[in-house]
């Protein structure tokens, strides 16, 4: 697989990628065409100006990204955790390597007006975690200082290919970005503050201890793992009701008012919104499997079959009694366009 672009927000640019598969992508995760690699690329956006892509995948044939100069200085940085097959092959206009190192775990920062193109022999192994910083988040958050850092380490081109290793402690916030699962809504929000994370202690272990990364929305990791309990209270299937702020907040060792803020802030949505918008799941879940919608409704809680339908319809914008139609015509609709795809114009 080759596939040339110009890097964008990497939601727009797994868009594109997927399109030229002819795959479709579901929430900004692509899975590869069983012909071309076992895995995935999935992408999300920080805010406007920070956006983020996972690769995990083993590649069935050669893959080459190449990309082009988008004539901006948008700051790129890859942390690459490789097993090499065959080669690994980077070039760009002034040099060129082929590296047949089996195992790769370097990081490689550039900004997005250099040229480069990548490419990975079949075979290999990947995982591949890239950070997008449009010319905006720079200009707002790097004083001058920390931009003739980068600009220095940037100028290095291939020279900086092995030089910049990933060490223990990285390694293991990488491991807990990769174990995401992206069908669970709250961890794709938590997964969010851990990029976070990591870019915040990249910067101050490897480029200048000294800078800070301008966003207030960064939260302790200890804060995460407390959240994750309230996480897994609020998922447990056999909870009758809504616990008690109070209970919730002795669980998570916080005071109500900081739990509420904090959990806020990681998932998105309030307590209560989370405990509700995952028994609405299990409901619609049952109702697509047979079961009907006042059995549903009971099994999570509800002992009005009207308050149920009206939590659902705000919800997912239909009563339970139009779910299985709708969901109906999705499925042939999302069919159809892919059998029209397989036919050649």
Request: one cysteine or more.
């Amino acid at each position: 697989m080759y596939t040339r672009f110009k890097q964008k927000n990497f939601k727009t640019w797994v868009q594109e990628i997927a399109e030229k598969t002819g795959v479709k992508t579901k929430n900004s995760l692509f899975v590869f065409p069983e012909h071309i690699a076992d895995g995935y690329v999935f992408a999300d956006s920080i805010d406007r100006s920070f956006s983020y892509v996972l690769m995990n995948a083993e590649l069935k044939d050669n893959f080459t990204l190449h990309r082009l100069s988008n004539n901006q200085q948008g700051l790129l940085i890859f942390f690459n955790q490789v097993e090499v097959a065959d080669y690994v092959g980077i070039r760009c206009k002034k040099n060129s390597i082929i590296d047949t190192t089996r195992k790769r775990n370097n990081i490689f920062v550039s900004f997005s007006n250099m040229e480069l193109e990548l490419s990975f022999s079949a075979g290999t192994k990947m995982k591949r975690l890239g950070i997008y910083l449009s010319p905006q988040w720079v200009d707002g958050h790097f004083d001058a200082n920390a931009r003739l850092q980068v600009e220095m380490l940037t100028n290095q081109e291939l020279e900086q290919v092995n030089k910049m290793l990933i060490n223990e402690d990285l390694q293991e916030k990488l491991a807990r970005i990769f174990e995401c699962d992206f069908n669970k809504e709250s961890e794709k929000l938590a997964l969010k503050s851990r990029i976070i994370i990591l870019l915040e202690y990249f910067f101050s272990a490897y480029i200048n201890d000294s800078l800070q990364i301008s966003n207030k929305k960064i939260i302790p990791d200890e804060d995460i793992i407390r959240l994750q309990n309230v996480e897994e209270l609020l998922k447990n299937e056999e909870l009758e009701r809504f616990p008690s702020i109070s209970n919730l907040a002795r669980i998570a060792h916080m005071s109500s008012t900081k739990l509420k803020q904090r959990f806020k802030q990681v998932y998105g949505l309030r307590l209560y919104e989370f405990y509700n918008k995952r028994r609405l799941s299990k409901a619609k879940e049952m109702m697509l499997k047979g079961i009907s919608a006042k059995e549903a409704g009971f099994s999570i809680g509800f002992t009005d079959v009207s308050n149920f339908t009206k939590a659902f319809k705000r919800e997912y914008g239909c009563t339970p009694k139009n779910i299985l139609e709708r969901e109906y015509h999705a499925e042939i609709t999302n069919t159809i366009s892919l059998y029209n795809k397989k036919i050649p114009a």
